[in-house]
Structures are given as C-alpha cells and as structure tokens.
T-cell receptor, first 111, second 117 residues
Framework: SQQGEEDPQALSIQEGENATMNCSYK?????LQWYRQNSGRGLVHLIL?????REKHSGRLRVTLDTSKKSSSLLITASRAADTASYFC???????????FGTGTRLLVSP | GAVVSQHPSWVICKSGTSVKIECRSL??????MFWYRQFPKQSLMLMAT?????????EQGVEKDKFLINHASLTLSTLTVTSAHPEDSSFYIC?????????????FGQGTRLTVV
C-alpha cells in the first residue's frame, strides 16, 4: 500500500499544551499537505509544504519536512478544545494530482 | 476558497438498491475529481479518479461495475453504488484539486454517510 503512516494514532492532551503528530511516507513527493477532519465531516486544508521546503508556519501550526527520511511533523501550539479532530497528512507525487493519505492521528484536547 | 458541494450528506438504503452521490464544484471548473471511501476511525482510501469526458480510473481492488462514476460536466461528478450491500456502508468523500500548479490544496465535499440495511 502507498498509504503513509502517522503516529501517534491517538493523542490526548490538556488545553494549552502542544500537540505533535508525525507522518512518514514511502515515495518521492511534490508536496505534503496536512488536513483536519471533524467527526463525520469533510476535510479542511491546514497547510502545504513543498518538497524543497524544510519548515513552514501558519498561525499556531508548524510543519517540518525531511525528504531524506521521508517524514513530516505537525506541531499545534497552545492547543484549544476546538482543535479536537483527526489530522491527516497527504502526499502528492510528482506528475500526479491525486493525494495519498496517511493513517491519521485522533487528537483530543480537554478543557 | 473554492467550494465543493456533496449531496446527500447521509442516505439509508435497502440491500440490493442503488444509491447516487453527487459532487459539484460550485465556483470553479474541475476536469478531475477524486472519490474516497472512509471506514470509521480509519483514513481515506482513494477509490477512483473521475475524468470529465472520459472514463474514470479506478484504484486496484475497486470494482468499477459496482461503483459507477460519471463526470458529465466540468462541475459535476457522480458516484453510484449499485446493488448496495451492508458492507458498502461507509463514508464517501469527493474532492477536486486546486487550480494552477500541483502545489495547491485540494477541496473536499462534506461527505456522504451511506448506511445499507
């Protein structure tokens, strides 16, 4: 399977703490994206990092990419209860439009 | 941002019947759309790529005669689950790639929860 792996599968933290999720993938990529999914809903795009980038920030989000290790991490700082959701990484291979999703991390932020 | 609308958001049908799910790009044209399937607490698995004006491309293991895809216009793709069975119960999501280069996000529909009884 081409699907990437994410860890942890589930993460439970308190409000104000930071949450880190990791993603590993298998093939060469054009870019890697992170998405958020609330229970039973569609996906919302969070951030995209290109293969020639190593780090990117967007608000409370920080994404890193290590193409030599074929891995990425998503850091959510100062988490809030509203951040409770599932988070997926997705890779786009060069020359293809389709996205291949990781296994996902379920994040629970308690007030 | 671009909007993809998926309908219905949920449907319950009897075994043996067919169900059609629509995916529309509301403010842009999409020559390609993607259909995903998601089981509870699992990730999205790509089922097929819908191509406007030509046949869909199915992923390995996906039955093309069971999951019929039609991309009749630049703003509409449909997925029909034929002769549905309880094991087809799942969450189906469509998406359309962003316009321009490959370094753009994808836009997702709200998803359709299918329950076959």
């Amino acid at each position: 399977s081409q699907q990437g792996e994410e860890d942890p599968q589930a993460l439970s933290i308190q409000e104000g703490e930071n949450a880190t999720m990791n993603c590993s993938y298998k093939t060469s990529i054009n870019n890697l994206q992170w998405y958020r999914q609330n229970s039973g809903r569609g996906l919302v795009h969070l951030i995209l990092i290109r293969s020639n980038e190593r780090e990117k920030h967007s608000g409370r989000l920080r994404v890193t990419l290590d193409t030599s290790k074929k891995s990425s991490s998503l850091l959510i700082t100062a988490s809030r209860a509203a951040d409770t959701a599932s988070y997926f990484c997705a890779t786009r291979n060069t020359g293809f439009q389709k996205l291949v999703f990781g296994t996902g991390t379920r994040l629970l932020v308690s007030p | 941002g671009a909007v993809v609308s998926q309908h219905p958001s949920w449907v319950i049908c009897k075994s043996g019947t067919s169900v059609k799910i629509e995916c529309r790009s509301l403010d842009f044209q999409a020559t390609t759309m993607f259909w995903y399937r998601q089981f509870p607490k699992q990730s999205l698995m790509l089922m097929a790529t819908s191509n406007e004006g030509s046949k869909a491309t199915y992923e390995q293991g996906v039955e093309k005669d069971k999951f019929l895809i039609n991309h009749a216009s630049l703003t509409l793709s449909t997925l029909t689950v034929t002769s549905a069975h309880p094991e087809d119960s799942s969450f189906y999501i469509c998406s359309a790639p962003g316009q321009g280069t490959q370094n753009t996000e994808a836009f997702f529909g709200q998803g359709t929860r299918l329950t076959v009884v």
